[in-house]
T-cell receptor, first 113, second 116 residues
Framework: AQTVTQSQPEMSVQEAETVTLSCTYD???????LFWYKQPPSRQMILVIR??????QNATENRFSVNFQKAAKSFSLKISDSQLGDTAMYFC??????????FGTGTRLQVFP | GAVVSQHPSWVICKSGTSVKIECRSL??????MFWYRQFPKQSLMLMAT?????????EQGVEKDKFLINHASLTLSTLTVTSAHPEDSSFYIC????????????FGPGTRLTVT
């Protein structure tokens, strides 16, 4: 069975600084998808970034980028130029083929002025 | 595009009664919908997966007679919590996948259920 581990329950960063959230996963699949979701206090789940396992190039979306290490089964999220609006819970998620999402336990990120 | 709505956004019901939560895909046809439960400061727990016109597939440990899921159309799925008890109080989130959305799931805003 696939598992997703987020080892950082809480993180904090100063506004405009850079922070990296860690995620590791376990799978025997070769083709799969990885995601980072943001859940702000409104509790609406928002997709931050996605990565297809067959792509070697790391995904980027504006200030958000990932470091995807397939062999190490690691998928970290880097947030550059942190903003107060980035304060939220961040969930790493795994999906094999077109299947259900498996979420990590989440990392609570606090951005302070 | 790819908007999912839930109704109601919050509901309070008395113990022993049933409550229905609706999940709608507003601008795409959702061939698959998912229902999650989330306790405070915890992750999302998948309850069940439903495909349009088929019976829902429940995750291990989820009582299918208590949490009735219906996916009667490509834009609507409902979750009915039957004979609700205070321990059913939680935040319920649906997501939908299908059409041009491809493999990605789009999430509704959630429903807060409080059973008194």
């Amino acid at each position: 069975a696939q598992t997703v581990t987020q080892s950082q329950p809480e993180m904090s960063v100063q506004e405009a600084e850079t922070v990296t959230l860690s995620c590791t996963y376990d799978t025997s699949e070769n083709n799969y998808y990885l995601f980072w979701y943001k859940q702000p206090p409104s509790r609406q789940m928002i997709l931050v970034i996605r990565q297809e396992a067959y792509k070697q190039q790391n995904a980027t979306e504006n200030r958000f980028s990932v470091n995807f290490q397939k062999a190490a089964k690691s998928f970290s999220l880097k947030i550059s130029d942190s903003q107060l609006g980035d304060t939220a819970m961040y969930f790493c998620a795994f999906m094999k083929q077109v299947d259900k999402l498996i979420f990590g336990t989440g990392t609570r990120l606090q951005v302070f002025p | 595009g790819a908007v999912v709505s839930q109704h109601p956004s919050w509901v309070i019901c008395k113990s022993g009664t049933s409550v229905k939560i609706e999940c709608r895909s507003l601008d795409f046809q959702a061939t698959t919908m998912f229902w999650y439960r989330q306790f405070p400061k915890q992750s999302l727990m998948l309850m069940a997966t439903s495909n349009e016109g088929s019976k829902a597939t429940y995750e291990q440990g989820v009582e299918k007679d208590k949490f009735l899921i219906n996916h009667a159309s490509l834009t609507l799925s409902t979750l009915t919590v039957t004979s609700a008890h205070p321990e059913d109080s939680s935040f319920y989130i649906c997501s939908a996948r299908g059409g041009l959305a491809g493999y990605e799931q789009y999430f509704g805003p959630g429903t807060r259920l409080t059973v008194t």
